[in-house]
């Protein structure tokens, strides 16, 4: 790269690391982002001790030094959640904002307006709401979440993208439980149909009570005599011995896997197999989770929180329940696992709506215009080496 030209740098977790961030990162990476434009990525944070959480900050803070000191102009792309994710971010902001680089704030995690209205003091939100104030641009992941803040910066400089979700080769519903290829009407590439496993309820997230992962397992104790055959498998890390302990209480036995964090292909493989996705979170942002299971053509359900309202059309293309209501939500589980039809038309009508608003294409598409905004001027052709090697090294 010319050093008249203005570099990207973004700043994330760690491609290995565990979370919808990496998540977010790895589909940019696969949709060709890094290839397209100049992208210094730095990994910010890792799965491990607090000893090498610590040594990936550090590292994180003199790799970005070493940009700011080699290009006297660029742009600073950081991607956050609330809490130490934030705290992190601000080090490098305030690096950023003294070598005069412009910083785009890209926030993802849904705990935010709790953490910024309930666990921050006086001056600790008040240095929250500089670093907002003060960002030339502001990344939303939803609709809600742009609302919000709004009214929670002076700022203006707010743009709305949705999480990308890769589209392809995706299941559908199947009636007969054959496995078959055919074209649709959706815009999307040939279909393959699978079959799904009668009764599979599949969890995708962060295994504790703020993902509703204790109201679910309630909500499966309820079926059990309406649907025999009604068995989860929750897939993510968390406290797994406090979730079997507490399956073991509802004498649910061998109806729940726990199968602990699972990869990206693991992931997509549940997907396809379950008759029904359900994630009945307290707070969220734009859970990659549902929006996969979206994209897979599996009937989804979940909770009025963060983003996902202005995904989902309740009855439409996935159905909605209050948190905290495990008989609503074993209702719904209910409805969907006894109604073929009803569960076919939900999942062929979420596809749809991942296709048309939620496909990773139209999301980068947004990212890139911002990018343009800002002076930074796309490569024709990219050797991508140092971004990946940095990602490499988490």
Request: aromatic share 8%.
């Amino acid at each position: 790269m010319s050093a008249d030209r203005i570099p990207i740098v973004m700043m994330g977790t760690g491609a290995r690391t565990r979370g919808g961030i990496s998540a977010v990162v790895a589909t940019y990476r696969e949709e060709g982002l890094f290839a397209r434009w100049p992208i210094h990525y730095i990994p910010t944070h890792c799965d491990g001790s607090r000893l090498v959480k610590a040594a990936i900050a550090v590292a994180a803070f003199f790799r970005l030094l070493a940009l700011l000191v080699r290009f006297s102009n660029g742009v600073l792309h950081v991607h956050s959640a609330s809490r130490a994710s934030f705290w992190r971010k601000c080090v490098y902001m305030a690096c950023a904002r003294l070598a005069r680089w412009r910083v785009i704030f890209h926030l993802h995690g849904g705990g935010f307006a709790r953490f910024l209205s309930e666990e921050c003091g006086p001056v600790r939100r008040s240095i929250v709401r500089f670093f907002l104030d003060r960002a030339d641009r502001i990344v939303v992941v939803s609709e809600t979440w742009e609302r919000w803040m709004r009214g929670a910066t002076s700022n203006r400089r707010i743009t709305c993208i949705p999480n990308p979700v890769t589209t392809g080769d995706r299941p559908l519903l199947s009636a007969s439980g054959t496995r078959v290829t055919e074209g649709d009407n959706s815009g999307l590439s040939p279909v393959v149909r699978f079959s799904r496993e009668p009764g599979l309820v599949a969890f995708i997230g962060r295994c504790e009570a703020s993902k509703g992962l204790f109201d679910l397992l309630e909500a499966a104790n309820l079926l059990r005599g309406t649907i025999p055959q009604v068995r989860l498998e929750c897939a993510g890390d968390g406290d797994l011995a406090k979730a079997a302990r507490y399956a073991i209480a509802l004498n649910l036995g061998t109806r729940v896997s726990l199968p602990g964090w699972v990869d990206r292909q693991a992931t997509r493989e549940l997907l396809q197999r379950a008759s029904v996705f359900v994630l009945p979170s307290y707070a969220e942002g734009l859970p990659v989770s549902l929006l996969e299971a979206m994209a897979a053509g599996c009937p989804v359900i979940a909770t009025p929180v963060g983003g996902i309202p202005d995904v989902i059309t309740d009855g439409i293309d996935g159905l909605i329940v209050p948190a905290g209501d495990p008989e609503a939500l074993a209702h719904a589980i209910q409805r969907v696992l006894r109604d073929p039809a009803f569960a076919r038309s939900l999942g062929n009508a979420a596809r749809e709506t991942i296709a048309n608003r939620y496909a990773a294409g139209r999301s980068l598409e947004r990212l890139e215009q911002l990018y343009a905004g800002l002076g930074v001027r796309r490569e024709a052709l990219r050797k991508v080496a140092s971004a990946r090697t940095l990602q490499e090294t988490s």
